[in-house]
């Protein structure tokens, strides 16, 4: 089944980070298949136009951040007092074994496994790094480090990082702050990449401590929850006998009677050349866009996900039994997809094991509309392909399946 | 009845509030909106759920008899014009418990505009004679402006021309009969069926360049910040200052964002009661509606409890209620935008779309019959929600 499937893997051979700047060699998996070279810590153009069966449509990129009701993954905002703490499941020789790998010099080595900085606790090891080495560890090293630091209790920000927008913070920062410049600068000290260049920011305790107050804190917070979202216009400036094409797309086969209703209408004013994307999504997506999950649209504390956005396109409502689910069950009512991609297409990203990392809905062009991550910091938003695939490349391949709804 | 008086002068006053159109963009505190007209046709598969009137036109008395509508007529017709009408084919019919006139279509079309009115008046207060009652409504300064240059052919732009009548500042059509016995072909007439499902309704740009007041536009429409999806999308996009638009629809709240420029569907109604102008308005700020809402009887205890009076200037989110004296009820209810826009819908049919209109069109849907009474309503703070 899944071999007749449109699918492209995402290859990553080899990543070297040079600041903010990666470095991506890829090369075709097997010679077979379609690939893309997805490259997690490239910052992007910010406006693109894509021309298809959709018509034209110009896409111009926006950061949207968190509100502080969202900002629900703060653990580090009530306990950043505590300060700097790797927890480390193992024994100090272990602990040095991992520290010589990651090419720490024997001084550091000699500082980070020996009372007063480290305390061996029997069943795991503490270690509070001074600042001159936690601020001075070179990225590649850090990702290595962060990697083996786990205990058995509560998952910290270690195990647990949080994933930056692809791009990182010179993307985010491009667009303005009332966080000081100091503390930019220091995010992007401390952000590191794991092998595949995802983008994480783990020690967030230590930067906290350096804001200047609980507010420049929570703006610390809102900050690195950025992403990029952005506008979509499609153009309405077309030859007549290109209308029917046009309405023909986005109505998808009737199942969005919104995007009938609003495009001839549209198309009959001269004076209207372009129409926001918002107008054109079906109900559910139209709601939802640019938002962030609330109250309402969750149940308890269980969030919508990518898979209740994803499976709810075209219905009125998310659906609250997919809120949870790890892995839908799709065979009833889709089947594969080929190209051409059509609006609406369900977009699953699989992991080498076939597990689903994540799914959203293709838009037209490049965009996707999605939700990532069932957090409630994550909003609804259209993203790039490029950004959507480069948020879940967590192995060194992924692969990519396109489904469509039936009639 | 206490807040009954304290409304009683704002049907006359409305419009002298509601700041002029021709206002100094720069001075608004809504911004620079650029609204764009666009005309709705109600999709085929709901037209299909409404039988078409027969080519022959019929006038229905009910709880009538013949010689006290003949004595009517005469008050307004000449005396060959009612002995015209008896005389024709079916002449005054008397029904049990109804009268039923059945003029001509050239009779119809002959007839003075003021005498139309006059008539159309009696027959709007039945509602067996449903294009009365609710007119197809032209909310245009000709028929030409409302149909565009290619939707309907010449012959049909010439009868509408002649059949409609003002009312308010809008232009009213009831003859629905008369127009479509015109048609030539069974596809013709349903184009122009269709054609008589227009409404219009506004796609809004808002432009914010280096020299506006981004705190006050915020403000404006995030209602001090209380719209908590606005704010994130309005900082989203003016965030970094400079020259750019966005669509207003981003900023509505959930339920309006979310319906606007849509018909309802059957689904819609599917719990009992189908969305009205009430359940519009009084669920506008929600994000799961109360389909109670849709009840009249829900809307003044409901706003008794969660909104209060509103005084000028009126401002985004404001309720505006209208009511009917002779009834002594809400008739209607819609969402103040900005300028003279707000968020309707327009009764309870699924052939009304949830859409962005000037306020005076909307009085003139609602003034059949009589003038509403019109009051604005102000949701409380959270303190006292």
């Given amino acids: ?407 | 009845m206490i807040f009954q008086k304290s409304f009683l002068t704002l049907t006359f006053t409305l419009f002298s509030f509601l700041p002029p159109i021709s206002q100094s963009e720069d001075l608004s505190p809504w911004g620079n909106m650029s609204p764009k007209k666009i005309y709705l046709e109600a999709p085929s598969a709901s037209l299909s759920y409404f039988p078409r009137p027969s080519y022959r036109p019929v006038w229905k008395f009910p709880e009538s008899q013949s010689e006290e509508i003949k004595a009517f007529l005469l008050t307004i017709l000449t005396p060959e014009e009612v002995k015209y009408l008896e005389n024709s084919e079916v002449g005054i019919q008397q029904l049990e418990g109804e009268v039923r006139v059945y003029p001509t279509v050239s009779f119809i079309r002959q007839l003075s505009r003021e005498k139309k009115r006059k008539i159309y008046q009696k027959l709007a207060q039945y509602r067996a004679n449903p294009f009365h009652y609710q007119p197809v409504f032209l909310h245009a300064d000709s028929v030409e402006e409302w149909f565009g240059n290619n939707r309907l052919p010449a012959s049909s732009i010439a009868l509408l021309k002649e059949l409609a009548y003002p009312i308010g500042s809008s232009l009213a059509f009831s003859d629905v009969s008369a127009f479509l016995s015109i048609s030539g072909s069974v596809a013709q007439e349903e184009s122009y069926w269709k054609a008589l499902s227009r409404n219009y309704s506004m796609i809004i740009e808002l432009a914010v360049d280096e020299g506006t007041d981004l705190e006050a536009l915020k403000n404006y429409w995030t209602i001090d910040g209380r719209l908590e999806s606005a704010t994130i999308i309005f900082e989203t996009f003016t965030r970094d200052g400079g020259k750019t638009t966005f669509d207003i629809n981003q900023m509505l709240p959930s339920i309006p964002r979310k319906y606007y420029n849509s018909f309802p569907t059957l689904r819609s109604g599917a719990a009992g009661t189908f969305p009205n102008g009430f359940w519009t308005s009084l669920n506008f700020f929600s994000f799961l509606p109360d389909p109670a809402f849709s009840d009249w009887t829900e809307v003044i205890p409901y706003l008794k409890k969660r909104y209060s009076p509103a005084e000028e200037p009126y401002r985004y989110g404001d309720l505006i209620l209208f009511r009917s004296p002779s009834m002594d009820r809400p008739v209607h209810a819609c969402v103040y935008l900005a300028d003279d826009l707000v968020f309707t819908k327009n009764g309870i049919s699924i052939l009304e779309p949830w859409v962005i209109m000037h306020l005076p069109h909307v009085i003139d849907r609602f003034s059949v019959r009589e003038l509403p009474e019109v009051q604005v309503w102000r949701r409380n703070p959270p303190s006292q929600q």
């Fill in chain 1, 1 to 407: 089944m899944r071999s007749s499937l449109q699918k492209f893997p995402l290859i990553l051979l080899s990543l070297i980070l040079f600041g903010e700047i990666d470095l991506v060699l890829a090369q075709n998996a097997n010679g077979s298949g379609e690939s893309r070279v997805v490259v997690p810590g490239q910052n992007r153009d910010a406006t693109k136009t894509f021309s298809g069966p959709w018509g034209t449509i110009s896409f111009r990129e926006a950061i949207i951040e968190a509100p502080e009701w969202a900002i629900s993954d703060g653990r580090w905002l009530a306990n950043w007092q505590e300060g700097t703490v790797w927890r480390f499941q193992g024994n100090i020789p272990q602990f040095r074994q991992v520290l010589e790998t990651a090419r720490f010099s024997l001084s550091e080595i000699g500082v980070l496994t020996n009372p007063p900085t480290l305390r061996n606790f029997g069943t795991h090891l503490e270690i509070y790094p001074p600042e001159n080495i936690l601020l001075n560890i070179p990225r590649q090293s850090r990702g290595y480090l962060y990697s083996k630091l786990k205990t058995k209790g509560e998952r910290d920000l270690y195990e647990v990082p949080i994933q930056l927008a692809p791009g990182g913070v010179s993307r985010i920062s491009n667009s303005k702050t009332s966080i000081s410049p100091d503390i930019v600068d220091l995010i992007t000290q401390l952000t590191y990449t794991r092998r595949t260049g995802i983008l994480y920011i783990s020690d967030l305790h230590y930067i906290a401590g350096k804001a200047k107050s609980d507010e420049e804190r929570l703006r610390i917070a809102q900050f690195i929850s950025r992403e990029p979202t952005g506008t979509a216009t499609l153009s309405l400036d077309i030859p007549q006998e290109e209308r029917s094409n046009l309405l023909s797309y986005w109505s998808a086969r009737g199942k969005n009677t919104t995007a009938e209703t609003i495009l001839s209408s549209s198309l009959e004013n001269p004076e209207i050349t372009s129409l926001d994307l918002s107008h054109i999504l079906p109900s559910l997506p139209k709601r939802l866009l640019n938002t962030y999950a609330n109250q309402h649209s969750s149940i308890g504390i269980r969030h919508p996900n990518c898979y209740a956005t994803a499976l709810s396109f075209f219905e009125d409502e998310l659906s609250p039994q997919l809120v949870e689910t790890l892995q839908p069950d799709i065979s009833n009512r889709y089947s594969p997809a080929s190209r051409p991609w059509q609006f609406g297409d369900l977009v699953v990203i699989l992991s080498s094991s076939g597990q689903w990392l994540h799914t959203c809905n293709y838009i037209a062009g490049e965009i996707l509309f999605t939700k990532n991550g069932k957090n409630p910091e994550r909003p609804w938003v259209i993203q790039t392909m490029d950004d959507v695939f480069a948020s879940y490349l967590r192995e060194d391949s992924v692969t990519v399946a396109f489904f469509r709804l039936r009639e």
